[in-house]
């Protein structure tokens, strides 16, 4: 469990039982069978997250997170905060997970207070932690580039495994594993962002809301993200 610390202004996390981390398929997931169990606990997994972060449940928008372990630097920051409090005007909840700048921790904190009911920040990592966090969203933010290496390729094949989609910063190595989405042909299961600017990082995330919210759409891309993160090698 993760350990008590200071979220969004609040006492705690939540404390759960020993049966709340829904065990998402970590033995495969080649089958359409495996893909619906997945998807089915995904309801589930995001129900107990948000609860356990005080977040309000049932946002209309996505669950998105963002571990900083997975971006090879702060710079993302610069993407992040300047477009935050127009992110958070959505209904959508957001987690940060990992450790920041002082400064830009402070800053963080300071939003999560603002917007108690959307947001969380999780300063400390904890890997149980973050795999549950994976389990529980629905899109994992890289407003930066993820990095080639472990631990960045490592969390963007978690991420696909347990269904959460991809906004993330371009980058030819990302290629390797994110096939950008296309509605028209309904193909792909990512959202990427070519410009380096706060705009075009929003400009991704709402079309993520957008594509969330036609239920067929986004359960079809999520298939298509588990079905093939079956390739990668998956710790």
Not at 4 to 15: D, E, F, L, M
Not at 111 to 140: C, M, P, T
Not at 201 to 224: C, G
Request: charged residues 25%; contains cysteine; hydrophobic residues 40%.
């Amino acid at each position: 469990m993760f350990p008590r610390t200071k979220v969004g202004g609040k006492s705690g996390i939540r404390q759960s039982g020993k049966g709340d981390a829904v065990q998402s398929s970590n033995k495969g997931c080649s089958s359409s069978a495996k893909v619906r169990g997945i998807v089915g606990d995904k309801f589930l997994c995001t129900t107990r997250l948000l609860s356990s972060l005080w977040l309000a449940p049932f946002p209309r928008g996505p669950v998105f997170t963002l571990i900083s372990q997975m971006l090879g630097e702060d710079g993302w920051m610069n993407i992040l905060l300047p477009v935050l409090d127009r992110f958070l005007a959505e209904d959508v909840r957001l987690i940060v997970l990992g450790d920041v700048r002082d400064k830009d921790g402070s800053t963080l904190r300071f939003i999560a207070r603002r917007h108690v009911s959307k947001f969380s920040y999780l300063q400390e990592y904890d890997d149980s932690w973050a795999n549950r966090v994976l389990r529980g969203s629905h899109a994992l933010l890289a407003p930066t580039p993820i990095t080639e290496e472990e631990p960045g390729s490592i969390f963007l094949t978690r991420a696909l495994r347990y269904g959460a989609i991809p906004v993330a910063s371009a980058r030819r190595s990302l290629c390797r594993l994110v096939q950008e989405y296309d509605e028209t042909s309904n193909t792909g299961y990512g959202f990427i962002f070519y410009d380096a600017t706060p705009n075009a990082f929003l400009d991704s995330v709402r079309q993520s809301i957008e594509i969330f919210q036609k239920k067929k759409l986004w359960e079809s891309m999520v298939a298509r993200a588990i079905l093939t993160s079956c390739s990668q090698k998956f710790p």
